[in-house]
Every structure is written in C-alpha cells, then in structure tokens.
C-alpha cells in the first residue's frame, strides 16, 4: 500500500514508475517476485499474490501535499475496502504512511494493529526521494517474504 501515485507513476498509469523507486527491485531481492519486474508489469502482481493500492489514488504528486480532508477521505475508503477483501498481510510501504492510518510511527516489521483479520506489516518507504537506506529496506522486505511464506 503507498500514499499516492507520484507525478510519474500517474502519467505512466503504473505503479512506482518513477526511475530511482526501488520497489520493484527490492520485491525481486526478496523473493516475493522471481524476477525483476518493470513498472508496466504491475497487472501481473496479483499472480504473485501481491495487490497493490493507494491510500489517495485520485490525488497525484508528492504525498506531502496531500491535505487532512485527502488523508481522512482515504483511510476510510482504504479501511473499508481491506476489510472486505481481507488479505493476509497488508504492507505499507513508508513508515509514514503507516503512522497516517493508525495515528503513530512504527519500527518497520510486523505490527499489533490488524485491519479486520490482515496482519500489518511497516516498510521503509522505497522512495527514490530517500537515499542510501537499501540495507535497511532489503532488510525489512525479506523479512515481509519470510512472513508471507510462512502464514500460507
């Protein structure tokens, strides 16, 4: 789950399309996807049982002008719609965002708060904006990989 779509990945019509975004790679590194995928790949996800959504889909840009109407607006439709569809695991993918929907700032890993019956799970965000983190989010996502591989 991430924020918005960012000016790039809205114009593309994929997901972390931005050059620099780390996403994909790190899906890769971690054995959540058995090879690299390109953003315009993002429609074969769902294969790997991975779904993708936005906390503010309608709103692109940069997450920090999204406005409190925006973000209230979101995690109610967001909330609602996980509950429904109830994944396993919901990750976050940014450490903000997580403190966005359950109000604090958590360490990344496995979390107590539960969105009905889904496990969460905090990422550091794969943001090209925040460099040099890539041990620390390969770190977290084979973590992810490890979890997802054993709740089956």
Same mark, same amino acid.
């Given at each position: 789950?991430?924020?918005?779509?960012?000016?790039?990945?809205?114009? *593309?019509?994929? @997901?972390?399309?931005?050059?620099?975004?780390q996403? @994909?790679?790190?899906?890769?590194?971690?054995?959540?996807?058995? =090879?690299?995928?390109?953003p315009? #790949?993002?429609?074969?996800?769902?294969?790997?049982? &991975?779904?993708?959504?936005?906390?503010?889909?309608?709103r692109?840009?940069?997450?920090?002008?999204?406005? *409190?109407?925006?973000?209230?607006?979101?995690?109610?439709?967001?909330?609602? =719609?996980?509950? *429904?569809?109830?994944?396993? &695991? &919901?990750?976050?993918?940014?450490?903000?965002?997580?403190?966005?929907?359950?109000?604090?700032?958590?360490?990344?890993?496995?979390?107590? #708060?539960? &969105?009905?019956?889904?496990?969460? @799970?905090?990422?550091?965000?794969?943001?090209?904006?925040?460099?040099? =983190?890539?041990? #620390?989010? #390969?770190?977290?996502?084979?973590?992810?990989?490890?979890?997802?591989?054993?709740?089956?």
């Amino acid at each position: 789950m991430g924020f918005n779509p960012g000016a790039v990945s809205a114009a *593309r019509g994929h @997901y972390y399309a931005k050059p620099g975004n780390q996403f @994909y790679p790190l899906l890769h590194a971690s054995g959540l996807t058995p =090879r690299l995928l390109a953003p315009e #790949e993002d429609g074969t996800l769902p294969r790997f049982g &991975i779904g993708l959504v936005d906390l503010c889909p309608w709103r692109a840009g940069q997450s920090d002008l999204l406005t *409190r109407r925006d973000v209230a607006q979101g995690r109610a439709l967001l909330l609602s =719609r996980l509950r *429904r569809l109830g994944p396993r &695991i &919901i990750a976050f993918n940014g450490l903000t965002l997580f403190r966005y929907v359950f109000g604090r700032m958590p360490q990344p890993g496995l979390q107590p #708060e539960r &969105i009905g019956a889904s496990l969460t @799970y905090a990422l550091p965000s794969t943001s090209g904006l925040v460099n040099g =983190r890539w041990k #620390e989010r #390969e770190a977290a996502f084979k973590a992810l990989s490890h979890l997802v591989k054993h709740q089956k």
